[in-house]
């Protein structure tokens, strides 16, 4: 069956160091996979996905991943985190077409920002 | 645009009494879905509608029934709400539901069951 893993349910990072979110996936063949932000109170929102072609994604606000097949990981990159991006950060695969379009999300990864 | 709005943004209800959740979506999104969060669970999948007068069930549809009259809009209808519907309710919609779409999410409505 397809499932999202996020290994890390919190994290905590200083401001301006790097961050690295986890994910891993289970899927039949090879997934459309998506990263979503979702700030306190507030829907979700794309930060990047992945298709097809190079395997380091660029999304917004400065946020990265990369796609590794072997290891079936979709791992979310930033080099200097802000303490606006505290904020409940989720993976998902999908969409699966035989059940009606569902995206597949992880749990999600919570990040706090220390100053 | 405003992209998909959800009304309301709060609500508490008691035990057996019926709401309807609004959402609504200037893109002339073909696709519409709704999900519900809950704590460690991550987004599932309530109903969806591929198009104006077509829904079908997502992966938790008890309870909760749903109708596309619009292309715009997409409530979703507690019949007889319950403590375990305590939950954040999303709206999300793309273009199709076809891998290239992505899909865009409302504000949420928080819901709390007494």
Known sequence: AQSVTQPDIHITVSEGASLELRCNYSYGATPYLFWYVQSPGQGLQLLLKYFSGDTLVQGIKGFEAEFKRSQSSFNLRKPSVHWSDAAEYFCAVGPLYNQGGKLIFGQGTELSVKP | ?114
């Open chain 2, 1 to 114: 645009n405003a992209g998909v709005t959800q009304t309301p943004k709060f609500q508490v209800l008691k035990t057996g009494q019926s709401m309807t959740l609004q959402c609504a979506q200037d893109m002339n999104h073909e696709y519409m879905s709704w999900y519900r969060q809950d704590p460690g669970m991550g987004l599932r999948l309530i109903h969806y509608s591929v198009g104006a007068g077509i829904t079908d069930q997502g992966e938790v549809p008890n309870g909760y029934n749903v109708s596309r009259s619009t292309t715009e809009d997409f409530p979703l209808r507690l019949l007889s709400a319950a403590p375990s519907q305590t939950s954040v309710y999303f709206c999300a919609s793309s273009l199709t539901s076809g891998g290239a779409d992505t899909q865009y999410f409302g504000p949420g409505t928080r819901l709390t069951v007494l």
